[in-house]
């Protein structure tokens, strides 16, 4: 089972950094592939990063790209998205989910092929 939990969100004024973490309280988290989405105010939710479940293979939507680091602890169960040079675009909730399978990670931007899903953690850049 796979219970995932994030954190770290907040009020940031553009320009500055926030790191979100996603927890899983379960025993196979090693083994998923994991990923990052958000959704802003009125939009759909969109893919943020991707990373695989050794960590060796990483993928960003082009709007983070650069700014953005995701990364994962395995031994701590933990999930991480770094988030630097933060703009008021980047203002939503945060999603962290995870998806089985052990495909190239460039399937892992389509969020229906992941399984589970945390509850979010709001992140809001002020300008």
């Known amino acids: 089972q796979v219970q995932l939990v994030e954190s770290g969100g907040g009020l940031v004024q553009a320009g500055g950094s926030l790191r979100l973490s996603c927890a899983d309280s379960?025993?196979?988290?090693?083994?998923?592939?994991m990923g990052w989405f958000r959704q802003a105010p009125g939009k759909e939710r969109e893919f943020v990063a991707a990373?695989?479940?050794?960590?060796?293979?990483?993928l960003y939507a082009v709007s983070v790209k650069g700014r953005f680091t995701i990364s994962r602890d395995n031994a701590k169960n933990t999930l991480y998205l770094q988030m630097n040079s933060l703009k008021p675009e980047d203002t939503a909730v945060y999603y962290c989910a995870a998806a089985p399978g052990a495909y190239s990670i460039n399937w892992y931007s389509a969020s229906n092929v992941y399984h589970y899903w945390g509850q979010g953690t709001k992140v809001t850049v002020s300008s």
């Open positions: 990373i695989s479940w050794s960590g060796g293979s990483t």
């Open positions: 379960g025993r196979t988290f090693s083994s998923y592939v």
